[in-house]
C-alpha cells in the first residue's frame, strides 16, 4: 500500500512502525543520495554517508516536526546542513582517490550517454556552484524557490537571481538541442 | 552525436567568466531580483526539466535502508507508552480494590475498639502497607 509522507510520519511518530520510516528511506533514497553526491564532488561515499546520517537524524527529530514545510523539504535541509557543516570541518582534507574514482565511473557511464545527456552534464558544469544547486533544487527537484532558500539558507532573491542566471547560460550553451527539438 | 558547447556562439571560457550572457541578454532588475531579460521561457524551463529528470539516473537502494534502519535508535511510540501508562493504572486500581474488597476492615476497626491490637501497631501496619503499594507502583511504572 502506497502511504503518502504525512500518513507514514504520522505512524512513526504515533505507532513507532520503523516499516513505514523504511518506506519513506526507499522513497527518498536515490534522489537525496545523488544530489548529495553532486553537493560532495562526486565523493559517493561521504554523499551515501550524509544521506544516512541524514536519515537518522530526520527519524530522531520527526517528533519535532511539525508539517510546515513538505518532507521532503525538511529532509534535504538537514542534509545541506550536515553536508556544508562536514565541508567546514574538514574543508583541507579530501578523499581525492574517491573523487579520482567516482570521475573515472562517470566517465565510464557518460561514455555510455547520449550526446544530450553529456552536454546537458557540460552544460551543467559551467555554473557555478550556487547557480547549480538552485537549478537542481528547483529544476530538477521541484522545489519552489521559497523551498530552495529553506534548503540552501539564503535569501529568496539571491536563489530567484541564481536560477535566472544559470537558465540564461543554459539556454545559450543548450540553443542548438532546442532548435532541433523545435525543429522536430 | 552530441552537440559541441565550443562550436556555439560563445564559449566555454566566456561561459567561467558569465560576461557573454549578460552582455547578450542584457540585466533586468525586477522585485529586486536581477534577473537576464528575456530569460522566462515557460517552454524552456519545461524542457530543461524534463531533461534534468531524464537524464538522472535512478540508484538501486543496495542496502542503503537496511544501513539506515539498522542505525535508527529504538523509540518508543507516544500512543503505545499511552497505552502502557493507562494499563499500569488500571491494574493498580484493580489490586487497591481487591486489596479493599479483601480487607477485614470491619473486624480491624472492632478490634481497635476494643483495643485488642495497640494503635501503634496499626500505625505500623499502615505503612508498610503504603511502603507496599508504592513500591508495587513503582515497579510497574518502571515495567
Known amino acids: ?174 540553443q542548438a538541442w532546442r532548435e532541433e527539438v523545435v525543429s522536430g | 552525436m552530441a552537440k559541441h558547447l565550443h562550436g556555439n556562439s560563445y564559449s566555454a571560457q566566456q561561459a567561467r567568466t558569465g560576461n557573454k550572457p549578460d552582455k547578450v541578454a542584457g540585466m533586468v532588475v525586477k522585485d529586486g531580483v536581477i534577473s537576464p531579460s528575456g530569460s522566462n521561457d515557460p517552454d524552456f524551463d519545461t524542457w530543461l526539466s524534463q531533461q534534468l529528470q531524464f537524464n538522472e539516473p535512478h540508484l538501486d537502494d543496495d542496502g542503503f535502508c537496511e544501513r539506515v534502519m539498522a542505525d535508527l535508535p529504538p523509540a518508543p511510540a507516544k500512543r503505545s507508552e499511552r497505552r502502557a501508562t493507562r494499563y499500569q493504572y488500571a491494574a493498580v486500581v484493580a489490586a487497591s480494590a481487591i486489596v479493599c474488597w479483601q480487607f477485614p476492615l470491619d473486624e480491624v476497626l472492632a478490634q481497635a475498639a476494643q483495643q485488642s491490637i495497640s494503635l501503634y501497631s496499626l500505625v505500623g501496619v499502615a505503612v508498610l502497607s503504603s511502603l507496599v503499594a508504592m513500591t508495587g507502583g513503582i515497579f510497574a511504572a518502571r515495567r
Not at chain 1, 518506506?23 to 562526486?42: A, P
Not at chain 1, 546520517?53 to 523539504?73: C, H, M, N, Q, V
Not at chain 1, 544547486?133 to 521559497?146: I, P, T
Request: aromatic share 6%; glycine share 4%; proline share 2%.
Open chain 1, 1 to 174: 500500500m502506497n502511504l503518502n509522507d504525512e500518513d507514514l510520519i504520522r505512524r512513526v511518530v504515533e505507532d513507532g512502525d520503523q516499516r513505514a520510516y523504511a518506506q519513506l528511506v526507499r522513497r527518498y533514497q536515490s534522489q537525496l543520495r545523488f544530489s548529495l553526491r553532486q553537493l560532495c564532488d562526486g565523493d559517493q561515499g561521504l554523499a551515501d554517508d550524509m544521506a544516512q546520517e541524514a536519515f537518522i537524524k530526520a527519524y530522531k527529530a520527526l517528533p519535532a516536526f511539525r508539517g510546515d514545510a513538505r518532507f521532503s523539504t525538511w529532509l534535504y535541509r538537514i542534509a545541506y546542513n550536515l553536508v556544508m557543516s562536514h565541508k567546514r570541518k574538514n574543508a583541507p582534507e579530501v578523499d581525492q582517490e574517491a573523487v579520482d574514482r567516482a570521475q573515472s565511473d562517470q566517465s565510464v557511464e557518460e561514455a555510455q550517454q547520449l550526446g544530450m545527456a553529456r552536454d546537458l552534464n557540460s552544460a551543467m558544469g559551467e555554473l557555478s556552484d550556487a547557480q547549480r544547486q538552485a537549478v537542481h533544487l528547483c529544476m530538477q527537484r521541484g522545489f519552489s524557490h521559497e523551498e530552495a532558500a529553506s534548503i540552501m539558507k539564503l535569501p529568496l532573491g539571491t536563489v530567484k537571481s541564481h536560477v535566472n542566471r544559470a537558465r540564461a547560460k543554459l539556454q545559450t550553451l543548450l
